[in-house]
């Protein structure tokens, strides 16, 4: 009995309960599998239009589908493997059977009484199931991207991760092999993904089908252009965002913003971007100025252009009763809904409900709102926090979005939070919008998110942990990312130890896509109007987080790595236009550029600011040397000595306090003098 036909270019496979496609797409399969009678509609990360033929075979106990450098082979029984181009085998599904030797491949050592397959459904109501899809495991695999986590593993291999968006974890779930392969689980239900030795396995608990695509490439440079072409790339970045940007835990007034900046043109220190954060408005959900605080923002942006610095201004999803847009959100349900009990998702200086990011008319919603209020006044960026959502009970099945229940699509919230902007800044004449959030799934890249890794520690751990989290992020297709310079919480400007962390996240901080400063630093300060009841006067506001705020051996070399910075422009603009043109990573591990190189693959405290740049960050406290890998196949120079090493060894170089070590490869012109 043939269980194989052939449909509108993909390959059908029915038997029992189970209908499976396997389509090419762009560079690679995309694989759907239900238990329902039809696939839904939705292509979720797979968004970009791409060229889809391959080559279809059926036999006559199976069928092969081949696109690019990948293929499938399925029996008739319904298992899969995958091959590379030259054959060998990539990946194959799990399965354990009693009768697995009269099936398939006939492998007798994969008897046992226990069952377990591949693919498995199990209906949790309607025409939802709890989903696992399940492929075998190699002990000596490496994998890599799959967003960002707060751990310290490069190598995802014996990790389990959430597949749930929450303050400092973003999921994106796009896994890169260094057997050759790259896979997205193109799903955005809430659930896990658990890179064990015993068997690989995606799982969600609530969704209509198995979606993933997976490509095949000779190096990891080559799967990670394979995934940005079908979901989607940066925009080019505009040349101001390359440059320093100024931040703290909120400037509560307009004259404060604007001689903090003052300050820094009168010193001649090069600034780019000031960003006002939260609670510069009266309620949460009226997304405008409060102007008993800022009583005259086109003046105040007027100025601040003159002095050729932009305004950011802070966004929040969430809507507060008091809000003027309440009650219209509310009653045109443009609000994710609380199925049970009383309809507050967050509380915070009141009860917040969320905007519903994805629904079309949500984001028409804020964006028409944020236009009158912002934009036409001149702001032209946004820092679009809270984009998890950030749930004071983060319980998903409490929620309801316009795309279905919260555990079967919440993980695309922050997309759809982004495209909203990106849509309507487009739309209004911005050529290559840029815009701050605070979490990301597959596919936010193209709506020009760049994100930002939460409100993390102002500890020497966290600061090992953003190295990670930045790099597995460029891996999963985030090409633009950041982390708060000097973490968020717990960084007392009077305290010297914070003041050599501080130092050595501003030295790691030039050399990540964005350079910004930012953290809620001790002591706090008083709010500014105590008996207020709304706006920025409830608010209380961190420590002074300015350049010249600390020792002036930390200003000194803060000066220094903006300048530097500035120096970088060209070379950044050009990884940047990688970047928008092939997805490549800006920050990226070793072994992207050394593939051939097995020592690169083991170096997970040093990483490559575009092709031509190593950056070492001196990762730990009362450290004044390290080690270095520098890798093979180049000439390495030490940027502060010049000292020329040859690649493929470890170094030990002095890192003074005030000093990263950085090498640049086989003389490459990365900085600039003045007036070049």
């Not at 493997?81 to 994969?110: A, P, V």
């Not at 809000?323 to 049970?340: G, P, W």
């Amino acid at each position: 009995m043939n269980y194989f036909t052939r449909k509108d270019g993909a390959l059908i496979f029915r038997r029992r309960h189970e209908l499976l496609e396997i389509r090419p797409w762009g560079e690679g399969l995309r694989i759907r599998a239900t238990e329902n009678r039809e696939f839904t509609g939705k292509d979720w990360a797979l968004s970009e239009p791409v060229h889809m033929a391959g080559r279809i075979e059926i036999f006559e106990d199976h069928a092969e589908v081949s696109n690019g450098k990948i293929k499938a082979v399925i029996t008739d029984f319904g298992k899969m493997r995958f091959l590379n181009q030259d054959g060998k085998e990539l990946l194959r599904e799990y399965y354990r059977s009693w009768d697995y030797g009269t099936e398939g491949w006939k492998d007798l050592d994969q008897i046992t009484m226990v069952r377990m397959t591949g693919r498995q459904y199990r209906n949790v109501g309607g025409d939802n199931y709890e989903l696992h899809l399940r492929f075998e495991a190699d002990d000596a695999e490496r994998i890599y991207g799959m967003g960002q986590y707060q751990q310290p593993y490069l190598n995802l291999k014996g990790c389990t991760l959430d597949m749930e968006q929450k303050n400092t974890q973003a999921s994106v779930p796009f896994m890169v092999s260094d057997r050759g392969y790259g896979l997205l689980w193109n799903n955005p239900a809430v659930g896990q993904a658990f890179f064990g030795k015993n068997r690989t396995e995606f799982s969600v608990q609530s969704s209509k089908q198995i979606d993933y695509w997976i490509t095949a490439g000779d190096t990891p440079a080559e799967i990670v252009e394979n995934y940005t072409a079908v979901t989607g790339r940066v925009p080019m970045m505009p040349d101001f965002a390359m440059g320093f940007w100024q931040c703290k835990l909120r400037y509560q007034t307009q004259e404060e913003i604007l001689s903090v900046a003052r300050e820094y043109h009168r010193r001649r220190i090069p600034l780019s971007v000031i960003v006002l954060d939260f609670f510069h408005w009266p309620h949460q959900g009226d997304w405008t100025f409060d102007e008993e605080y800022f009583p005259d923002p086109e003046g105040m942006i007027r100025e601040l252009g003159e002095m050729g610095i932009r305004l950011m201004v802070s966004v929040w999803p969430t809507v507060d009763r008091k809000s003027v847009n309440y009650q219209e959100m509310k009653e045109r349900d443009l609000l994710v809904r609380t199925n049970r009990g009383i309809s507050v998702a967050m509380e915070c200086f009141g009860m917040e409900e969320f905007m519903d990011a994805t629904n079309p008319e949500a984001q028409e919603f804020i964006w028409n709102t944020v236009k009158k209020n912002y934009f036409d006044k001149g702001v032209a960026l946004f820092w679009l926090d809270e984009a998890e959502p950030e749930y004071t009970a983060a319980d998903f099945d409490l929620y309801r979005y316009y795309d279905g229940s919260a555990l079967e699509c919440a993980n695309e919230y922050p997309v759809g939070y982004a495209k909203a902007f990106y849509d309507g800044m487009k739309k209004a004449g911005v050529e290559n919008p840029v815009n701050l959030i605070r979490c990301a799934w597959a596919g936010s890249q193209k709506y020009g998110a760049l994100v930002w890794s939460g409100d993390v520690p102002s500890t020497f751990t966290y600061l090992r942990n953003q190295v990670i989290a930045g790099l597995n992020m460029g891996m999963a297709g985030i090409a633009w990312w950041t982390a708060d310079i000097g973490g968020f919480h717990g960084g007392n400007v009077h305290d010297p130890a914070f003041h050599e962390l501080l130092m050595r996240w501003f030295q790691y901080g030039t050399f990540c896509p964005v350079m910004r400063l930012h953290g809620d630093r001790d002591p706090h300060k008083t709010p500014m109007n105590p008996e207020a009841v709304y706006g920025g006067g409830i608010c209380a506001s961190g420590a002074d987080n300015e350049v010249w705020s600390y020792t002036p051996q930390m200003e000194e070399m803060m000066v220094y790595y903006i300048c530097l910075r500035e120096s970088m422009k060209g070379y950044i603009k050009k990884t940047m236009a990688e970047a928008h043109e092939k997805g490549t990573p800006v920050i990226k591990p070793l072994f992207y550029d050394f593939p051939q190189d097995a020592a690169a693959w083991d170096a997970e405290d040093a990483y490559l600011f575009g092709h031509d740049l190593l950056a070492a960050p001196v990762l730990t406290a009362g450290a004044r040397d390290r080690e270095v890998y520098l890798p093979a196949g180049a000439q390495w120079t030490e940027w502060e000595t010049g000292t020329v090493y040859d690649g493929g060894q470890t170094v030990k170089v002095s890192a003074p306090v005030d000093r990263i070590p950085i090498f640049i490869r086989d003389g490459a012109k990365v900085f600039e003098k003045a007036g070049e």
